[in-house]
């Protein structure tokens, strides 16, 4: 049986799925021709991650697609319900990449507490003939501990990112529809473990008493955070938004900067991806990443091998 990863796949996944007896083709198809590559191949499984869409018509012409994958954790790229419907095993990795988003989060954090995302752009431009005035304006830095962070989505990545924040000495309040208290165990590097429990708030409060405010929600229809609840944030707090383009409302969190409302942002999904709007690339007070929550090397290797011991699992 051949698995098509057209949007890529770790050799870690590749070896597992080999080894499993499948074949691995890493062909990116473009999109308006993968149905008829999907038929003259005869592929079995599609693995797909942002970049291609499994939507009704692709799962109508590919009666032979047996498993659809998705390599992360949200699948609005795929209609889900639909192809379980017709049969099709819909699958994906929801814990291989927590940590490695909770990382890219404080990457951000640390980075919006002490502007580095600022002096990285100016030092080579003005460190040599600016040193001083670099200096002051930079030296109003903040410390995460003791500070407070909210997390609005409480699910394995929101825990993950509550993990490290514990770590940085940080106080975790949090948000979730779905869940009245979560237990979170961090492990540490001699093998002690500590347990800490978190009681979910009201969104609310969560958005009143955050110092620093990170998104781990699903795509959704409305706005998670929008001019509403961007005043009822602290003034001057900072939010990370490394979940879903779509769920913060970009004008209004620009509006809000602006105004000195929101003292900074961090954003690695935007609403018109793959090209954001030029008015969040050119704000100074924005840390930017390109959608990498997920793309590191260990993140990776999980995915590629959560979705090999699934797929063997439903195939074999």
Partial sequence: MKVLANDGISQSGIDA??????????????QEQLINYINEKDITVLLVRSATTVRKDLIDACPNLKVIGRGGVGMDNIDVEYAREQGRSVINTPAA??????????????????FLHNSNRDMPLEGDSNFKGLKKAYAKGTELKG??????????????????????????????PFMDEANLELDFFDGQKLNFNIKTISKEDVLK????????VPAQDDYVIGKPELEIMKDGAILVNAARGGVVDEVALVEAITSGKIARAALDVFEKEPKPEMQLLMNPALSLTPHT???????????GTELAEQI?????
Wanted: net charge positive.
């Fill in 147 to 176: 500070k407070t962070l909210g997390v609005l989505g409480f699910g394995r990545i929101g825990q993950a990112t509550a993990k490290v924040a514990i770590g940085a000495g940080m106080k975790v309040i949090a948000f979730d």
């Fill in 209 to 216: 008493q955050a110092d620093f405010l990170t998104l781990h």
């Fill in 17 to 30: 799925l080999e080894k499993g007896g499948f074949e691995v083709i890493t062909t990116t198809v473009a």
């Fill in 97 to 114: 990449s927590s940590h490695s988003v909770a990382e890219l989060v404080f990457g951000h954090l640390f980075g919006l507490a002490r």
């Fill in 293 to 303: 929550g997920a793309a590191t090397n260990e993140a990776q290797d999980r995915i």
């Fill in 312 to 316: 063997i699992g439903i195939l074999k």
